[in-house]
């Protein structure tokens, strides 16, 4: 596959990878600047060459991939003894870890204001899990869409149990016993980063006590936020709930590094593209004439 068709695929699902771009050459390469190739953890598509080269690259990549976290990284390769090739040449690839979804969200429930959701979540580069106990829930649009999983799950222990470490979990189902029953899975698996419910406070009163009842602590139970949805704000249509759900959501990601904190160290870039010593220009006098 060609490295931009695979780059969309890869964008559009959230799956982790890793663009390497040949941004500098020098003396004999196998390949001009502008090349590129797209690395995942089992594929590669694409090219910056082929040999011993190429294969240090798809290394450097996939060890960058396996950190989880969006870097970018330029990589020095001498086309001699390190790269066991003889083209005598030297090369820059600059490596962009794109590590795939930026959150996972566990949606229970595919009534009006869980469809609104999931409609809003499209966009954004967020893996959603949409689970509902009724098999005829799903509407037909949610079919083949990315980023989208729709599981029928009749039992709240095993739907759970499927879930991945460290997602986001909205519960919002057709059933008040429903609820009770996924927020204690939930709170007995103890992995998620957020738990949100849907409903009223005196709902939560009511959830709270059966829940402490079953053995919950109150450190545990603290942890669930009943009602949901970005303080402050107001309406009771499934559109105005699902814009205040998506906002505080908005608030529990992870906070990415200082903007300007990131990427290639500037001190790495002047130094792999600054013009050799006798490619810099002439100093000249105050009258213009060289020195």
């Not at 609104?116 to 509902?132: I, S």
């Amino acid at each position: 596959m060609i490295w931009h068709e695979a780059l969309h695929r890869l964008q559009d699902a959230a799956e982790p990878h890793v663009l390497a771009s040949l941004v500098g050459t020098a003396g004999s390469t196998p390949r001009e600047p502008g090349a590129k190739m797209v690395i995942t953890a089992d594929a590669v598509h694409d090219t910056l060459g082929g040999g011993s080269f190429e294969f240090q690259v798809i290394d450097a990549a996939r060890r960058t991939l396996a950190d989880g976290r969006p870097s970018t990284r330029l990589e020095a390769f001498p086309l001699g003894a390190r790269s066991g090739q003889c083209c005598g040449g030297y090369v820059h690839v600059l490596l962009e870890v794109f590590p795939g979804a930026a959150m996972t969200v566990a949606l229970f429930g595919a009534g009006h204001v869980g469809q609104e959701l999931v409609r809003l979540m499209a966009p954004l580069p967020w893996r959603v899990l949409w689970h509902d106990s009724r098999r005829s829930a799903f509407p037909d649009w949610a079919a083949d869409r990315p980023r989208l999983a729709c599981h029928t799950a009749p039992r709240a222990e095993a739907a759970v149990a499927a879930l991945p470490a460290g997602c986001h979990a909205l519960v919002m189902t057709h059933d008040h016993a429903e609820d009770r029953a996924l927020v204690d899975a939930l709170l007995t698996r103890g992995d998620c980063a957020s738990i949100g419910l849907i409903g009223s406070a005196s709902k939560w009163a009511s959830f709270r006590r059966r829940l402490s009842d079953a053995g919950h602590t109150a450190d545990a139970l603290v942890r669930v936020r009943c009602p949901i949805g970005v303080p402050g704000a107001h309406g009771k249509l499934p559109y105005e709930i699902a814009v205040a759900v998506v906002a505080e959501l908005l608030t529990l990601k992870p906070r990415e590094a200082r903007r300007d904190e990131r990427g290639v160290d500037p001190g790495t870039l002047r130094a792999a593209f600054a013009p050799p010593p006798s490619a810099q220009p002439t100093p000249a006098t105050a009258s213009g004439d060289p020195t």
